[in-house]
Every structure is written in C-alpha cells, then in structure tokens.
C-alpha cells in the first residue's frame, strides 16, 4: 500500500492507536463508580473535573508540543496516564479518585492533537501530502480496532476477575509498551524550537497560537466545523446508549447469568460491533473523498446526521432503529474525523498544527460544557424532543452552509 520505507513507521502510527484505546476499564466506568458508592451527582463532578482540566491545559499542551518536542511531551502522557491507573486500582474515596482522575485528564490533554502533528510532519516530510487522509484514516481505523478489542476482551475480564477495578492495572501494560514504542520514533519527529524552558515564551506562544487560529479565515472554520460536529455527536451517543440497555433489558441470553452481568455482556457486545464498523469506516474514509470536494461533503454530512435523528425520535421503541442509528453515527463521524484533520492540517501552517488541533478539542469540550446541561434537561422532559430540536439545528447548520455559499 505504502512504499517499503514508510510502512515501518505507518505500522508505528497505526500501533500506537490501538494500544492507546485498551483501556479495558472505559465501557464500565460509570458501573465501576457506582460500585465505589458514589452518587451520580459526585460521578459528574468527577466528569466535570476531567473536561475542566482537558480545557485549561488543551491549548498549552499543544504550545508544549511544538516548542519543547512531540516525543517528549507524548512520554510525559503516558506517564500521567499509567499513574492515574494506579491510583484508579487503589482509590478509597471520592478524594482519590479526584486525584486519579485529574492525572488522566491531564493525560489527555498531552495526547490530543500531538499524535496526529506527528503524523502530518512526517508525510510533509516524506512528499505523502495526496495520502493525508488515506493513512489518517487507516491509523484511525487501528485506533478503533483497539476500542473494540478492547470491548470484547473487557466481558471476559469482568466476569472473570474479583473486580472492575483490575482492569486498570491490565491497562497499564499495553500503555507501557506505546511509550516504549514512542521512544523508537524518528528524533526529527520531536521538532524542538526550544531547548529551554521560558514562561515568557510559553505565554507568547499560547497567544500566538490562540490568535493565529481565529484570525485565519480559513482555520478558524475548520475548527469551530469539526468541535460542533464532535460536541453534537458526543451528546448524542450519550442518550442513545441508555436507549439499546433499557430495550435490551428483558432480553435474557444466558439463564446462569444476572441482571448485572447480563448488562456486562450488552455493553461489550454494543461496543464491539460499534468499534468494528467504525474501524472500517475510517480505514475507507479515503474512498469518500472521490464521491465531491472535502466542503461539500462536510456540509451534506450535517444533513445527512439530520435526516438520521429526525428517524430516530420517531422509533424510539425500535431496538433495530435505535441500534442501526448509534452505528450509523460512528460511521459518519470516522469518515468526517479524517476528512477534518486534513482539512485542518492543509490549512494550518506547520509549526501551529499541534496548537490548532489542541483548541479544536478545547472547543469541542466548551461546548460539550455548554450545551450538556440544556440536552439533559430537555433529556428529561423528552427524549423524542431532544432529538427531534438536535435534528432540527442541523438542518439549519446544512441550510446556513448552501446560503452562504451561494452568497
């Protein structure tokens, strides 16, 4: 597929996602806390810590990948990483998992944004910028496969060991081996411009690259396109989950098993098949990109998620529909998520990649932070309004977009 020379490290690339994604603890984090008898009112200030801290460092975590090195602050996430999953495995009390979980949150602050500037300084190297979005999607794509490994093996573990907790200790070992993994990555791919660290410097930047992404026409509309569509989509699957459970809930498979494991077994099933079609669709993004130009199919890809939730709050009681609509979501956003980030990359300058792609998260989680609460109110009122006025914005998001281009 690739020339013998850059398979070795597109196979890095690709690895690196899928032993990113075996956290094994994710589909039952919210089980695993209810168990630590924690309420879900100190559950969502749990959440609320971890978007607080992503939003305060996203934007200098990018300025610390594009001054002081990729590789190094990479290693410095893995770290975060592997040492809240420790205190995760150890935690009494709320306290410690406070603890825990501002280290993961600062591990994902590190990671997002600085992988994928990685990515593109290496085919903007190696004259691979037609193949941008073909090797995004294909290491997303393995990213993907470790989500859905990562989901099936997770109903053998729950069932099998004394508890949900030591699935945080099973993860650290796949995050041991990406760090080492990292380490063998090209010297060139760490891009220092500083060999010091200076506040003065750090601030200027974080201003630069805050100006440099609002002011850019061109970047600017990237960015706030992907962190609206990926604000809508993490709302929404959010209140489809609890749909596919409740309707699963009087499906019983196994008459040895209870009510609980049962629950187990769905969740992994969901996420597995979820994750696997998913992985397919990124690794096909590609093929997309002859179907129009990448702004049209931004733009019909609004209608389309429209057209799909406007179905959805119509056949709520529908398992086939209600599933078939959660898939149909995973697909469009892993065909979008590759298109963006070479839409992104092709309009932002190299050295402010990593920053740009770090607000475009940063963006995404205001508005997640915004808008959460207004979804779960009107959540709780209807759940067919919810999705009927999510549908509704879209299409007016789709209709503003043809105006202005024919303006």
Not at 112 to 133: P, Q
Not at 208 to 224: H, L, M, P, S
Request: net charge positive.
């Amino acid at each position: 597929m690739f020339e013998k020379k850059h398979q070795l490290q597109i196979t890095k690339f690709s690895l690196y996602g899928l032993l990113k994604n075996l956290r094994f603890f994710e589909p039952f984090l919210l089980i695993f806390f209810l168990q630590q008898s924690l309420n879900l009112f100190y559950i969502g200030i749990l959440f609320s810590i971890r978007e607080i801290i992503i939003y305060i460092f996203e934007i200098p975590s990018g300025v610390i990948a594009d001054r002081y090195g990729k590789k190094t602050e990479l290693v410095i996430c893995f770290i975060f990483y592997i040492i809240s999953f420790i205190l995760f495995f150890f935690a009494t009390g709320f306290v410690g998992f406070v603890i825990a979980m501002a280290l993961f949150a600062l591990g994902e602050a590190f990671r997002s944004g600085t992988h994928k500037a990685m990515i593109m300084t290496y085919m903007d190297r190696h004259g691979l910028k037609e193949s941008k979005t073909r090797i995004y999607g294909l290491t997303r794509s393995y990213s993907l496969i470790g989500s859905m490994i990562a989901s099936l093996v997770s109903i053998g573990l729950v069932l099998w060991l004394p508890e949900i907790r030591y699935l945080f200790l099973i993860a650290i070992i796949p995050y041991v081996i990406d760090l080492l993994m990292i380490l063998t990555y090209p010297s060139y791919l760490n891009e220092k411009r500083d060999t010091s660290f200076s506040m003065k410097s750090f601030i200027k930047s974080n201003i630069e690259g805050i100006t440099y992404t609002f002011k850019d026409q061109k970047v600017r509309r990237a960015v706030f396109n992907s962190s609206t569509y990926q604000a809508f989509f993490k709302a929404i699957k959010d209140y489809i989950q609890p749909l596919i459970l409740a309707i699963t809930g009087s499906i019983i498979v196994f008459s040895s098993l209870d009510n609980d494991q049962h629950k187990t077994i769905y969740i992994g099933i969901i996420y597995t098949v979820i994750y696997f079609i998913s992985a397919i669709s990124s690794r096909n993004a590609h093929l997309v990109q002859d179907l129009g130009s990448h702004k049209a199919l931004i733009k019909w890809m609004w209608l389309i998620t429209g057209i799909v939730l406007l179905i959805l709050s119509f056949m709520l009681s529908s398992l086939i529909i209600v599933f078939g609509v959660f898939i149909v979501l995973y697909v469009i956003m892993n065909i979008r998520k590759p298109i963006m980030i070479d839409v992104i990359g092709e309009a932002t300058i190299d050295d402010k990649r990593a920053t740009v792609l770090s607000i475009e998260a940063q963006m995404a989680s205001i508005m997640i932070a915004i808008s959460a609460p207004l979804i779960g109110l009107l959540a709780e009122y209807s759940m067919q309004a919810l999705f009927i006025t999510l549908a509704s914005l879209m299409f007016l998001i789709f209709l503003f977009s043809k105006v202005k281009e024919k303006n």
